[in-house]
């Protein structure tokens, strides 16, 4: 399996500018989540589905950031517009419900 | 919430040397998570362990989930072992994880 597929690696773009994120899961898992790491605050959780179905998105920090996944096999987190707070390290992630998580290689999103 | 503390924040150490990762948590666990993030950033999954003990290779973990902590031990260390260990929890009802602040882990040649 090739495991959490996220593109793209790297982003840079300019604030005010949309930014959309995409995420492949592991066939298969039918949990998926979407974290955000950065220094002042770590890895914290934005989102996360089950069954495709929006769980708990108490993490998402504001209406700029919306994120959906209109099915099994694909999810992306759009951010519009962009700031450079929103800079940070975005994961996805997936689990067969309430087993082990595996994480994608991440993307580096850096507003300017 | 659930929170999360592990300790120490950061270990030096040299090559060849043991350690001891631990982490405490404030309430029942269903899943218990540790991960290595290394140099470049990826997040690679070390052992899903909530209670019990695992080994694999260098590594070993041991998880008391009635006394709310876990062990991650590494020994004899190597330079590639260099890198941020996270601990990762959800509890019963949700399946979140919460991330402790991690372990930043150095090893010197």
């Known amino acids: 399996d090739a495991g959490v597929i996220q593109s793209p690696r790297h982003e840079v773009t300019e604030m005010g500018q949309e930014v959309t994120l995409r995420c492949k899961p592991i066939s298969g898992h039918n949990s998926l989540f979407w974290y955000r790491q950065t220094m002042m605050r770590g890895l914290e959780l934005l989102i996360y589905?089950?069954?495709?179905?929006?769980?708990?998105d108490s993490g998402m920090p504001e209406d700029r950031f919306s994120a959906k996944m209109p099915n099994a096999s694909f999810s992306t987190l759009k951010i519009q517009p962009s700031e450079p707070r929103d800079s940070a390290v975005y994961f996805c992630?997936?689990?067969?419900?309430?087993?082990?998580?595996?994480f994608g290689q991440g993307t580096r999103l850096t507003v300017v | 919430g659930i929170q999360v503390e592990q300790s120490p924040p950061d270990l030096i150490l040299q090559e060849g040397a043991n350690s001891t990762l631990r982490c405490n948590f404030s309430?029942?666990?269903?899943?218990l998570q540790w991960f290595h993030q290394n140099p470049w950033g990826q997040l690679i999954n070390l052992f899903y362990?909530?209670?019990g003990t695992k080994q694999n290779g260098r590594l070993s973990a041991t998880t008391v989930a009635t006394e709310r902590y876990s062990l991650l031990y590494i020994s004899s260390s190597q330079t590639t072992d260099s890198g941020v260990y996270f601990c990762?929890?959800?509890?019963?009802?949700?399946?979140?994880?919460?991330f402790g602040t991690g372990t930043r882990l150095t090893i010197i040649p």
């Open positions: 990762a929890v959800s509890n019963f009802g949700n399946e979140k994880l919460t």
């Open positions: 309430d029942s666990v269903n899943n």
């Open positions: 362990i909530p209670s």
């Open positions: 992630a997936s689990s067969i419900t309430r087993t082990e998580a595996f």
């Open positions: 589905f089950n069954n495709n179905v929006p769980i708990d």
